[in-house]
């Protein structure tokens, strides 16, 4: 009875996620090859219906070893192994007998990426543009000005902050390699720095605290290879009192978010800041490939004087 309970609660949960998942109505090309006299020719043919293809006991895309019972029910490995081998449909064995013909079906399909409308080129098989998604160059990203709507590719939301921002924040830029001011008010909570006249968008931001104040930056940017990709060491002083922080890598996001940050931020205590309007920092971002050559200049100078 345990047993029927928990395998209840397991179906549940994944009807329950069914519901809640990412629709997927993406076109999708099954590839053909076919051979007229010598020449060998590609055909292609257009689906819909991508749902077929995930799995129908948790939702997610169906992916090899793909098991079918007796009675021909399908499942994936992973809930093969959560129903114990038992088939939620017919309770007859499953996970023993591999559905090739599916799995061939699942291999046959090429999807787009779903940033596809933004410029992505990018195809892959079913269920794989998922882990694509989540490192392409063409995801959204959102504008950090508060009550601004503006969505984009990260390099047209650099352009577009510039055109229509920057009169609010003419003095917030950013130089790499460059220590400057960053104040940010205690009541607005947010600071945002460009760099140069249309460049990467770096977003300072406090959070009030039963300890203190959480200070994070993040750089608005997808998590993209070469994307965005700086360190900064952050500093604040009070009379004796000195608080620093730093990140060989600084956090990427495509959002700002104000739930309370669980790490990567500096804390600034009460008793040090006060009831102070303004928390006056100093910041230093460093492109990590100008990091990277520095060192090797560095080793180069080394290596001379030896």
């Not at 090899?64 to 009675?71: A, L, S, T």
């Not at 739930?259 to 990590?288: H, N, S």
Request: charged share 25%.
């Amino acid at each position: 009875m345990k047993e029927m309970n928990a395998e209840q609660d397991f179906t549940g949960e994944a009807s329950t996620s069914h519901h809640q998942k990412r629709q997927r109505r993406l076109p999708s090309t099954v590839e053909e090859e076919e051979k007229v006299g010598d020449v060998t020719e590609a055909r292609s043919r257009t689906m819909f219906d991508l749902d077929l293809l995930d799995c129908p006991v948790c939702f997610h895309a169906l992916t090899n070893p793909i098991f079918q019972c007796d009675n021909g029910h399908i499942a994936c490995s992973s809930c093969c192994l959560k129903l114990r081998s038992k088939c939620p449909a017919c309770a007859l064995p499953i996970g023993n007998y591999r559905c090739r013909i599916m799995e061939r079906v699942v291999e046959a399909i090429i999807v787009p990426c779903p940033n596809s409308k933004h410029g992505c080129t990018e195809k892959f098989s079913y269920g794989k543009e998922i882990a694509h998604e989540k490192e392409c160059g063409f995801a959204l990203c959102y504008c950090p000005t508060p009550n601004c709507k503006y969505t984009g590719v990260y390099r047209e939301l650099y352009s577009h902050y510039y055109a229509n921002h920057k009169d609010e924040d003419l003095w917030n830029c950013f130089v790499c390699g460059r220590s400057s001011g960053a104040w940010i008010s205690t009541r607005e909570k947010i600071l945002i720095l460009q760099e140069s006249s249309d460049g990467p968008l770096v977003v300072l931001q406090c959070f009030n605290e039963p300890q203190g104040m959480y200070v994070t930056v993040n750089c608005i940017a997808p998590s993209a290879p070469g994307v965005g990709r700086f360190s900064y060491h952050l500093s604040y002083t009070d009379g004796d009192a000195t608080m620093t922080f730093a990140l060989e890598e600084m956090n990427r996001i495509q959002k700002v978010s104000w739930e309370t940050p669980e790490k990567d931020f500096m804390l600034v205590p009460y008793y040090i800041v006060g009831q102070k309007a303004w928390l006056k920092m100093v910041i230093c971002i460093r492109r990590l490939e100008e990091e990277k050559e520095v060192e090797e200049d560095e080793s180069e100078d080394e290596a001379e004087e030896e």
